[in-house]
């Protein structure tokens, strides 16, 4: 059973970086394409970035475009996602997520009922 830990969250001032970390157990990555998922209180759970089991495609949410990246290292079983000029309004737990997606290629963002496997979340708060 794929299991999923996240970490890297804390505070960060606005205009500040952070790197967030997946680490996936029980299961190689290979076939799966992660997802990066947020929530912030009293907002519904939105997709951030998404890389595909490759890492050759990636989707953003228009709101992190520019300013996220998602990546990934096979060889290290765990993806990752650096934030960057972070804003108060990227304070949420953050979500790392994995869909089992066989010899596909892609990843999505747009669905999170896909994701099969989810990590327990880190928390990230933007404030000075």
């Known amino acids: 059973q794929l299991q999923l830990v996240e970490s890297g969250g804390g505070l960060v001032q606005p205009g500040g970086s952070a790197r967030l970390s997946c680490a996936a157990s029980g299961s190689p990555l290979d076939y799966y394409a992660i997802g990066w998922f947020r929530q912030a209180p009293g907002k519904e759970r939105e997709g951030v970035a998404c890389i595909s089991r490759s890492g050759g495609n990636t989707n953003n949410a228009d709101s992190v475009t520019g300013r996220f990246t998602i990546s990934r290292d096979n060889a290290k079983n765990t993806a990752y996602l650096q934030m960057n000029s972070l804003k108060p309004e990227d304070t949420a737990v953050y979500y790392c997520?994995?869909?089992?997606?066989?010899?596909?290629?892609?990843?999505?963002?747009?669905?999170?009922?896909?994701?099969?496997?989810w990590g327990q979340g880190t928390q990230v708060t933007v404030s000075s």
């Open positions: 997520a994995a869909e089992f997606t066989g010899g596909r290629d892609g990843c999505v963002i747009s669905q999170s009922r896909q994701y099969e496997h």
